[in-house]
């Protein structure tokens, strides 16, 4: 039972640069969400999906791009890295609809120098 | 801006001793979830409270939620060293969307 992936684990990136951090989850999961967690803030919601070809803002998307092609895959893309982004990011997935438990992946730690 | 928020901030106990956290938040919720994180860890579903109810327990926790006063609280019994673990409310205000605290951090002592 994989449950949610993220990869990386860790990820170091020059100011400017873009990349995109994976989430795979295996569970036919409807909804799923990147949310990014900093010290003393608690989980902030980036982006979310509710299915294949939908998404929508949370409430700190600027700077991230997402998609959702697949039920399975919901990639976060950072444009132009900048160190405000350095932040932990964790995806989560749920069934759709009110009052499912959201499965979260390991994170992925994210500097940018 | 966040939704729920957590107090204590830190709670420091020791084995055998209950850990009471508490949550607040602002607006109508359909549920509110608490959720568990280790140390470097994802978050992990501990338990959830619909609004309707007021009292739920799982082991040996404790959720109640006072709807009025917009507030519920977590009641740990009996903590042990592997209780320790940051403690986070979550509510779902909109189909789906999950608004996090900034948690409660507990350290159990032996």
């Known amino acids: 039972n994989a449950g949610v992936t993220q990869t990386p684990k860790f990820q170091v990136l020059k100011t400017g640069q873009s990349m995109t951090l994976q989430c795979a989850q295996d569970m036919n999961h409807e909804y799923m969400s990147w949310y990014r967690q900093d010290p003393g803030m608690g989980l902030r919601l980036i982006h979310y999906s509710v299915g294949a070809g939908i998404t929508d803002q949370g409430e700190v998307p600027n700077g991230y791009n997402v998609s959702r092609s697949t039920t399975e895959d919901f990639p976060l893309r950072l444009l132009s890295a900048a160190p405000s982004q350095t932040s932990v990011y964790f995806c989560a997935s749920s069934h759709r609809g009110i009052g499912y438990e959201a499965f979260f992946g390991q994170g992925t730690r994210l500097t940018v120098v | 801006s966040q939704q729920g928020e957590e107090d204590p901030q830190a709670l420091s106990i020791q084995e055998g001793e209950n850990a009471t956290m508490n949550c607040s938040y602002k607006t109508s919720i359909n549920n509110l979830q608490w959720y568990r994180q280790n140390s470097g860890r994802g978050l992990v579903h501990l338990i959830l409270?619909?609004?309707?109810?007021r009292e739920k327990h799982s082991g040996r926790l404790r959720v109640t939620l006072d709807t009025s006063k917009k507030s519920s609280s977590l009641l740990i019994t009996a903590s042990r060293a592997a209780d320790t673990a940051s403690y986070f409310c979550?509510?779902?205000?909109?189909?789906?969307?999950?608004?996090f605290g900034a948690g409660t951090r507990l350290a159990v002592h032996p």
């Open positions: 409270i619909r609004s309707n109810e």
């Open positions: 979550a509510t779902q205000p909109l189909l789906n969307k999950l608004i």
